[in-house]
């Protein structure tokens, strides 16, 4: 007779050791980035708190400014009418440093041990984080100093994104590749998400430590990850990740050098050198212009470059805009804030799923780019009219803006990371990766900064702005959606050809 076992005895035989270790990875990616992330968000917060009309506040009884002055209880030296070219400068300093040291950090990933690289990066961040608040009670009022700590966060932040992709690169194979990406990069909306509700709560008092309670929560992070992040399957005895993707005329080629005594089997988002006679050469790191002549790349990367205007400009002028124009308070704001990222969340998830299912990565994003155009637009004129519809249009626009962005970063990156003219150098994605994600923090660069330039001549003409590039943003796709229109359409003509020699038979 069978024995019975205790329910969670079954529980944790349905799954694998593999298993186990690969769900701790991808948890574990998902919280180090989500902790970057939450780290930026703070300042787009506080930044209706710096500058803010006082003439309802009560002037402290030992106050020395002047009767009329209204601008008494902001912060200087955004106090003044320049305070957005100022606070467009602040936030330009760390997306430039961040745009600029990406193409670096890519390098330095594939020479690096993650673990150690990550861990170094995070305590850094939290670091810079919260110096930037510890300004409040140090009482600094230059522009130099939170000018330097952003260019400083900006540099160090860099080491995050290219790690945490070859990280889960090693881990994870091929299939249902922007299913799975597009709900891992949900942490890139978590984040913002945690950041702003964290910042909220102290951005009417103190608001330093909306600053300096991210920046210790990503510092922690730092020291986990140090201790739990496991690079790769290997070093657990863990199976690599199989290959789901490579036709089978490949595989059965004896003359593939995938089938050579030192094979490599490529995986989903990297590949794994393995040898059985002998050690084998690791293959070397890929060249800054070789991974810019793999296909795809240059177009991607420049899509990435407009549509990654957009998505940052919402997210550090977003609760400012609310502020300013629905007349909300600053944490109510950034509460509202949120709902953005939701939708940036819904976004990426539909767009890996129907890239998986069409097999059209460009096609997906310049259709979810198509429609986002217009959704600004009417969200510009009518998102203000009520709570209602200002909550559904966030959504919509977080989805349509976000989508495509987080395909490209993720899914699309690890696609020609490991394309197949590499011929499975498991060495390019980090570069790949860091050139694409690069490229797109010119324009996260930009955009904050041509809003802070623009806002003063009205909000309309932000907008337009960014229509202009959410348009521009999906131009650049076009020759990479007729290449996918082509494949579709032989596609079919080899289905339909298939059932008509079944028919006759």
């Not at 076992?5 to 980035?33: E, M």
């Amino acid at each position: 007779m069978r024995s019975s076992l205790a329910p969670g005895v079954w529980f944790f035989r349905a799954f694998s050791r593999d298993s186990w270790f690969r769900g701790l990875i991808l948890l574990l990616t998902f919280l180090i980035y989500a902790c970057y992330h939450m780290s930026r968000k703070p300042i787009s917060i506080v930044k209706s708190r710096l500058h803010q009309n006082c003439s309802e506040q009560i002037k402290p009884i030992n106050d020395t400014h002047s009767l009329n002055d209204t601008m008494w209880c902001s912060w200087a030296p955004f106090d003044k009418d320049n305070y957005k070219e100022l606070l467009g400068g602040v936030d330009n300093a760390f997306l430039v440093a961040y745009a600029i040291g990406m193409f670096i950090s890519g390098v330095f990933g594939e020479r690096l041990p993650l673990r150690y690289y990550l861990s170094a990066g995070m305590l850094l961040s939290g670091l810079f984080t919260s110096l930037f608040g510890l300004g409040y009670f140090w009482n600094i009022h230059e522009l130099w100093y939170f000018v330097v700590i952003q260019v400083c966060n900006g540099l160090v932040q860099t080491t995050g994104w290219p790690s945490v992709v070859t990280c889960v690169g090693n881990w994870f194979g091929k299939g249902k590749r922007g299913f799975i990406m597009g709900i891992w990069n949900s942490h890139t909306s978590v984040g913002n998400i945690l950041g702003s509700l964290i910042a909220g709560i102290w951005v009417n008092g103190q608001w330093g430590l909306s600053f300096v309670v991210p920046g210790i929560i990503t510092a922690i992070m730092g020291v986990i990850t140090f201790l739990f992040l496991i690079e790769h399957p290997e070093d657990v005895d863990c199976a690599p990740p199989q290959h789901h993707g490579e036709p089978a005329e490949n595989q059965d080629n004896p003359e593939d050098p995938g089938n050579s005594p030192c094979s490599i089997r490529e995986s989903g988002l990297e590949t794994v050198a393995k040898c059985s006679k002998g050690p084998c050469e690791e293959p070397a790191a890929i060249s800054f212009f070789g991974a810019l002549r793999i296909p795809g790349v240059v177009e991607f990367s420049l899509c990435l470059l407009f549509a990654k205007l957009v998505s940052y400009t919402f997210l550090y002028w977003l609760p400012l805009y609310i502020a300013n124009v629905a007349h909300f308070s600053a944490k109510e704001a950034g509460d509202l804030s949120t709902l953005f990222d939701v939708g940036g969340i819904i976004g990426g998830i539909v767009a890996g799923l129907v890239s998986d299912y069409t097999n059209g990565r460009a096609t997906t994003c310049c259709v979810m780019l198509i429609l986002a155009a217009p959704m600004m637009f009417l969200y510009n004129y009518i998102g203000q009219d009520g709570i209602a519809s200002s909550i559904v249009m966030l959504i919509i626009c977080g989805g349509l803006v976000n989508g495509p962005y987080a395909l490209i970063t993720t899914a699309v990156s690890a696609d020609l990371g490991t394309h197949k003219s590499l011929k499975g150098n498991a060495k390019a994605l980090s570069t790949v990766t860091a050139i694409i994600d690069g490229t797109g923090s010119i324009g996260a660069a930009l955009g904050p900064l041509l809003a802070g330039l623009i806002s003063p001549t009205g909000w309309n003409n932000v907008f337009y702005m960014l229509i202009s590039a959410d348009v521009l943003a999906c131009l650049l796709l076009c020759r990479l959606v007729y290449k996918e229109i082509l494949a579709w359409k032989v596609s079919l003509s080899r289905g339909s050809g298939s059932s008509m020699v079944l028919t006759h038979q």
